[in-house]
């Protein structure tokens, strides 16, 4: 199923905003995650945007107004970076990071937690492979799928599959590999199409969004003509895309767009409160509204914040609701 055209006048609101971690000098790279009716937020926490110890801060709410910690997750010599939860069929939570050691040669491993509940983790378990980051991941069809990107020369992205979270296989060797792709959001839609939103660096910089059928090896690409960072990618139950991203048209910041794969436009929907270093969201549906966890430094310096968005019903082109 296609997803309907987004009008470009879609209603959109942000309707409450508040911080939720700022006990760190520098707390950025979020995500979010509604599980066994609780809320958790995974950030990392550092001395800088770019340092030797970081360590990943997990917050728990009961009803997304009140957090308290509920882990915080080390590795000895590396710095933890960008978690990212995927909730197993099986009803445990993983989480996923990059684990970055060194200064001159920098090395990336991607690290696997486990958890029954959001509060107890196992130790870490290094997957996949050295220097590719897997970033985001999800669940379809009995099976985990996820991007990878590689943080070396060569520069590509890599689609991995696994059937159980740990052992990840790659199903398309380079998925992309014209500029610098890296960062990337993933989902599917219900009738098994697979849709990622990547990031691009370099002279290359503008994102590109990729659709595929099962079994996922052949991938038509199509250039959205804007540069993003941090992209999360979400689709509501009426079937519309919605992107989680930083905007680097000019003043950066954290905004929530619609995505139109048929048509291949991001269209600015809102902009949450942000500025200066931002952005890196993660995104929860729940009760009708649009959760988003993220990271800003425009009250002064990186702190966690929490936006309730409102999104207004669905248009199609030429003024018609759904």
Request: overall charge negative.
């Amino acid at each position: 199923m296609t997803p309907p055209p987004i009008d470009r006048t879609v209603d959109a609101e942000v309707t409450a905003v508040s911080r939720i971690g700022d006990t760190a000098p520098h707390s950025a790279f979020t995500d979010l995650v509604r599980h066994d009716g609780a809320w958790f937020c995974a950030f990392r926490e550092g001395a800088s945007h770019v340092a030797g110890d970081g360590v990943i801060r997990v917050l728990a709410s009961p009803d997304g107004r009140s957090w308290a910690s509920a882990a915080v997750l080390r590795r000895d010599g590396s710095d933890l970076r960008d978690p990212r939860f995927v909730p197993r069929p099986d009803g445990r939570l993983h989480l996923y990071a990059a684990a970055v050691t060194g200064e001159a040669t920098r090395s990336v491993r991607t690290m696997a937690w486990l958890s029954p509940d959001g509060h107890r983790w196992g130790d870490p378990t290094p997957v996949g492979e050295p220097d590719v980051w897997l970033w985001r991941a999800a669940w379809h069809a009995g099976a985990m799928y996820g991007v990878g990107y590689a943080t070396r020369e060569p520069r590509f992205v890599r689609l991995y599959r696994s059937g159980d979270g740990w052992d990840l296989q790659p199903v398309v060797p380079t998925l992309f590999a014209d500029g610098y792709p890296n960062e990337s959001g993933l989902v599917f839609d219900p009738d098994d199409t697979a849709i990622c939103l990547l990031r691009r660096d370099r002279d290359a910089a503008t994102a590109q969004l990729g659709r595929a059928r099962p079994p996922y090896r052949d991938w038509h690409w199509t250039d959205l003509g804007v540069q993003v960072g941090g992209p999360s990618l979400l689709r509501l139950p009426d079937g519309r895309l919605v992107a989680g991203v930083r905007l680097l048209d000019g003043r950066p910041r954290t905004a929530i767009c619609a995505v139109d794969a048929a048509r291949g436009e991001l269209t600015e929907m809102v902009t949450l409160p942000s500025g200066g270093d931002t952005s890196y969201p993660g995104m929860v549906w729940h009760d009708d509204l649009l959760r988003v966890s993220y990271y800003s430094s425009h009250e002064g310096r990186t702190c966690i914040y929490l936006a309730e968005v409102a999104i207004g019903p669905a248009r199609l082109h030429g003024g018609h609701t759904r």
